[in-house]
């Protein structure tokens, strides 16, 4: 199948940029640092035309199952982490954003492909509008948690001047700061819209907008831990690693929100990965 050639060649490139930024990362190398972003985006761009492919092979959008939402959760984090203008300035952070689409690239690689009819409640036109708002969210949240670690990591190299070499080529603690700020409100505003649309799809599907399911569960907490991390800068001045560690937190609650449901509750209405 064409999709599956264009994916593993997309893999490859991935990986290739995932040394790329690593080799910069370490030493400092300006011959990595001309590979590593066109490598990306060569990663982007085959992953792109593979999960077209399966869309027009699959006759629906191909976000039903587990290889194609570690596919899509790849692919989605890093178009948006191209597509920032604001952390384009910031070369280094790649160095945090690569590993994790190639290791949700992995994931899926070992992923059953093949192509399956869609369950019923799948048979829906909310399909790529509530899968595609969720894991714009999930790519926010990603981002933001991806400037916090690089806040720890500048912060704690601030304070340790023997560690100060490995955090050279990362922004300011200001930038850092501003850039979790901004990643984390979108991932805040996406994520209601996942929870606005999941709720409207639950209530045609099932009648009710509300069942309290695991995934369901965790998306609302997980926007609570955004909302709660604005309200303690704003209130409490959280602006300093609290804050950070804050938005950790909120990453390790998309992972729970983005398998949650099936490893949590097998027979649940959100069991559609595994």
């Given at each position: 199948m064409a999709n599956v050639v264009g994916f593993f060649l997309a893999a490859l490139m991935y990986g290739a940029s995932t040394l790329a930024h690593v080799a910069c990362w370490i030493g400092g190398s300006r011959?990595?640092?001309?590979?590593?972003?066109?490598?990306?985006?060569?990663?982007?761009?085959?992953?792109?035309?593979?999960?077209?492919?399966?869309?027009?092979e699959a006759g629906y959008a191909p976000f039903s199952n587990a290889f194609e939402s570690f596919s899509l959760y790849a692919?989605?984090?890093?178009?948006?982490?191209?597509?920032?203008?604001?952390?384009?300035?910031?070369?280094?952070?790649?160095?945090?954003?690569?590993?994790?689409?190639?290791?949700s690239i992995l994931v899926a690689s070992v992923l059953p492909t093949r192509i399956e009819p869609l369950v019923p409640v799948l048979?829906?036109?909310?399909?790529?509008?509530?899968?595609?708002?969720?894991?714009?969210?999930?790519a926010f949240s990603t981002l933001a948690f991806v400037a916090a670690v690089a806040y720890l990591h500048q912060e704690r190299a601030l304070r340790q001047p023997?560690?100060?070499s490995w955090a050279r080529q990362l922004p300011s603690l200001e930038a850092l700061d501003g850039l979790q700020r901004r990643m984390a409100v979108l991932g805040l505003v996406f994520m209601t819209g996942a929870i606005m649309s999941g709720s409207m799809w639950a209530e045609k599907a099932w009648g009710v907008v509300w069942v309290w399911e695991p995934q369901q569960t965790a998306s609302l907490v997980t926007w609570f831990i955004h909302a709660l991390y604005f309200y303690l800068r704003h209130s409490a001045h959280w602006r300093d690693?609290?804050?950070?560690?804050?938005?950790?937190?909120?990453?390790?609650?998309?992972?729970?929100?983005?398998?949650?449901?099936d490893l949590l509750a097998p027979d649940s209405h959100h069991d559609f990965l595994f």
């Open positions: 011959r990595c640092a001309r590979l590593s972003r066109p490598s990306l985006l060569a990663a982007v761009s085959l992953h792109g035309l593979a999960i077209v492919l399966r869309w027009v692919w989605g984090l890093t178009v948006v982490y191209l597509l920032a203008g604001s952390l384009r300035r910031y070369a280094a952070l790649g160095v945090f954003v690569t590993p994790l689409a190639l290791l048979q829906s036109h909310w399909l790529p509008i509530h899968v595609g708002i969720s894991f714009t969210a999930y023997a560690r100060r690693r609290r804050g950070a560690w804050l938005l950790v937190g909120g990453f390790v609650s998309v992972l729970v929100t983005f398998v949650g449901a």
